[in-house]
Structures are given as C-alpha cells and as structure tokens.
C-alpha cells in the first residue's frame, strides 16, 4: 500500500484502536505471536489491502470496524479459568458480537453478520455477506501469519502503531 493508503486506514481504524477498553485487547495473548489487539488490525489491514486491490463494491468503514471487532472478547482464553479449547473457538464470536454492539450501537447487519459468523467453517452458519467472507478468509490468513511473525515488520505496525509486544 502507499504512505497515502496506509494513512487513509489509520484514520478509518484510528477511532477504535485508541478506545480504552479495546486497546485491554494488547494484554491478551490470542496466537503464538500476537495480542487479540494486533490479530485484529492485521485482519482490518489485509481486507483493507484487498478491498483496494480488486476494487470490491463494499464499504470499506464497514469492512474495516467488522474486522477490528471480530475477535473483540477481553480475556486471555489460554487461561484455564476462562472459555478454553473447542468452547471459545465456538462462543467467541457471540461475546465479541455483544461486546461490539455495546462499544458501537450503530453497528449495521453487515458488521454485526460478519463478526458473528467469521468463525465459519467451525461454526456452522456462513456469512451472508462479501464484508462477511474477506473477514472470515483473512482471519485465518492471520491466524497463519500470527503464527509465523511475518507481518509484525510490516511498515504499518512499526510506523503508525504502538504495539506492547511481549
Ligand atoms: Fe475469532
Ligand atoms: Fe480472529
């Protein structure tokens, strides 16, 4: 992406990520190498890449707030105590979809579709949505990427944000 894209995300994403609460998201290990904090701009980022790559007809604020809140749960699910194993892999989706839709009321059927059904395959139901399918399709290419550390460099996490890496 150019400087001129890389901005033009950060101020479509820059009012969730500096929101108090879900910036909790970067004490929480999700991957082997990422918070849930990083997972999730890293799915916004790649949808947004390829939104501006292929020219989709979709409305990329709608595709960029779905993908940042689609893992948004605040707990560590490797800790025992909490929803671990095949549990959290299946509720998660509901506690992120209850959780965005506390945080940002105005979320539309899209955004609220796309964060509930981005588990896909393992949760049964697809998405009905393009925004629903490159969310689902990109949260897996960043799980991978989590755990390979291949886009930690990537120019828009060094430059524009401020990630407590452990
Ligand atoms: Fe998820
Ligand atoms: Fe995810």
């Given amino acids: 992406m150019t400087e001129e894209q890389i901005n033009t995300f950060y101020e479509l994403i ?4 500096e929101n108090e609460e879900y910036c909790r998201m970067q004490e ?3 991957h082997l ?15 947004y890449r390829h ?3 292929h020219g989709i007809r979709m409305n990329p604020k709608e595709l960029i707030r779905a993908a940042l809140l689609h893992d948004y749960f605040l707990y560590d699910h490797h800790d025992k105590k909490n929803k671990t194993g095949m549990i959290h892999l299946i509720k998660h989706p509901k506690i ?3 959780n965005a839709v506390r945080a940002y009321p105005d979320l539309s059927r899209n955004e609220k579709n796309a964060i509930k059904r981005h588990m896909f395959p393992l949760t049964v139901i697809p ?8 969310i689902c399709f990109y949260d897996k290419v960043a799980a991978i990427d989590d755990c390979c550390m291949h886009m930690k460099k990537n120019k828009i996490f060094k430059n524009k944000i401020n990630f407590n890496i452990s």
Avoid: Q
């Fill in 14 to 17: 820059k009012d969730i990520i």
């Fill in 28 to 30: 929480y290990r999700h």
């Fill in 33 to 47: 190498h990422s918070s849930t904090f990083e997972h999730s701009i890293k799915v916004a980022y790649l949808c």
């Fill in 51 to 53: 939104y501006l790559k």
């Fill in 96 to 98: 992120a979809l209850e």
């Fill in 127 to 134: 998405p009905t949505s393009r925004c629903g399918w490159l």
